[in-house]
């Protein structure tokens, strides 16, 4: 049973069970150390064939319907007895038409497990502990970060800047009168080479 659904004319089912195995090689260790990382979903495999229009169109109606919806489906059968499947995805399906046969229609579905997902949320442990002040405890430490950053506060006081050229002026004033006293040099230097 898929659902409400009773899959009429299987001939063949079957299970896939496999495990995500990691190939970790080692230098020097002969052979592979291989990391665990859980189990894969369960496939399960179903394989019929139907005779006559009318078993044909109602198996690819209900299937069909099945399959477009997308929602996990109750799953009942004995090859899964040993398992944890108790919901399906519907994933694949083949279907074709045989002529000359008497059994004219033939179909292979394949269904996956359904895995309920972690809880999600305020509140909930994921075995990180409570996260539910995680908001407010990010908040505050970005806010202290903020406040040890402020720039002007790490230079300390800045002297208010003016206009500078009041100390050189002094300084000006010495030049120029330096400079004046060249003019009299000048022309003692001209006056010595005989210029004009």
Do not use: C
């Not at 407010?136 to 800045?158: C, K, N, T, W």
């Not at 004046?180 to 001209?190: E, K, N, R």
């Amino acid at each position: 049973m898929i659902g409400e659904f009773e899959v009429p004319g299987i001939q063949r089912i079957g299970t896939l069970e496999a495990r995500h195995l990691v190939e970790v090689p080692v230098p020097g260790l002969e052979g592979s150390y291989h990391q665990d990382l859980g189990s894969a979903a369960v496939a399960i495999v179903i394989e019929g064939t139907l005779a006559g229009d009318d078993a044909r169109d109602g198996f690819l109606q209900s299937v069909r319907d099945s399959f477009n919806a997308g929602e996990p489906l109750d799953f009942v059968a004995d090859i899964v007895t040993a398992t944890s499947v108790e919901k399906v995805f519907a994933a694949d399906l083949d279907a074709a038409e045989v002529a000359g046969s008497s059994d004219t229609f033939r179909y292979r579905m394949v269904l996956t497990q359904y895995v309920e997902p972690p809880p999600t949320g305020p509140g909930t442990d994921l075995g990180f502990g409570d996260l539910t002040d995680l908001g407010a405890d990010l908040q505050a430490e970005a806010g202290s970060l903020f406040d040890a950053l402020q720039v002007p506060d790490l230079l300390g006081s800045i002297p208010e800047i003016t206009d500078p050229t009041p100390p050189l002026s002094g300084i000006m004033d010495g030049a120029k009168s330096a400079l004046d006293g060249l003019s009299s040099v000048s022309s003692a230097v001209t006056d010595l080479f005989g210029g004009g």
